[in-house]
Nanobody, 126 residues
Framework: EVQLVESGGGQVQPGGSLRLSCAVS????????IAWFRQAPGKDREGVSC????????YYGNSVKGRFTMSGDNAKRIVYLEMNSLKAEDTAVYYC???????????????????WGQGTQVTVSS
C-alpha cells in the first residue's frame, strides 16, 4: 500500500518561497508517477506538477510554469516542490499523489492517481 506524507507548508509573503516534501513508502518508488495537486476553497483540484520517477522527467501546470520546480530523490524516496515567486492565488492545500498507470506526456489529472497524502496548507499573504 502506498503511503504519502507531505510536509513543508506554511505561511509566506507574496514573492517568497517555500519547499514542500512528499515522503513515499510502501511501494517501489521507481514504478510510480508522483504528482502535486492543490485545492483552494471553493475551487476544483488543480494539477501543479508531476514527475516520472524512473527518469526524472517533470511536467507542470500552466499557472506555475517558470516559478515551481519539482524534483525527486530516488534514494530517499522523497519528492520536492520548490515554489518561488509565490502569489496570493497559490494559496491552497497541496496534496501529493501517486499512480502507476499515468502517462503525463499524454496529460494527467487527479483521477489518474489512486493514492493521496493528507495535504499541507500553503498560505501566501502579507
Amino acid at each position: 500500500e502506498v503511503q504519502l506524507v507531505e510536509s513543508g507548508g506554511g505561511q509566506v509573503q507574496p514573492g517568497g518561497s517555500l519547499r514542500l516534501s512528499c515522503a513515499v513508502s510502501g511501494v517501489s518508488f521507481d514504478d510510480y508517477v508522483i504528482a502535486w495537486f492543490r485545492q483552494a476553497p471553493g475551487k476544483d483540484r488543480e494539477g501543479v506538477s508531476c514527475i516520472t520517477t524512473q527518469d526524472g522527467e517533470t511536467y507542470y501546470g500552466n499557472s506555475v510554469k517558470g516559478r515551481f520546480t519539482m524534483s525527486g530523490d530516488n534514494a530517499k524516496r522523497i519528492v520536492y516542490l520548490e515554489m518561488n515567486s509565490l502569489k496570493a492565488e497559490d494559496t491552497a492545500v497541496y496534496y501529493c499523489a501517486a499512480g502507476n498507470y499515468v502517462y503525463p506526456w499524454l496529460g494527467w489529472q487527479s483521477n489518474d492517481f489512486p493514492s493521496w497524502g493528507q495535504g499541507t496548507q500553503v498560505t501566501v499573504s502579507s
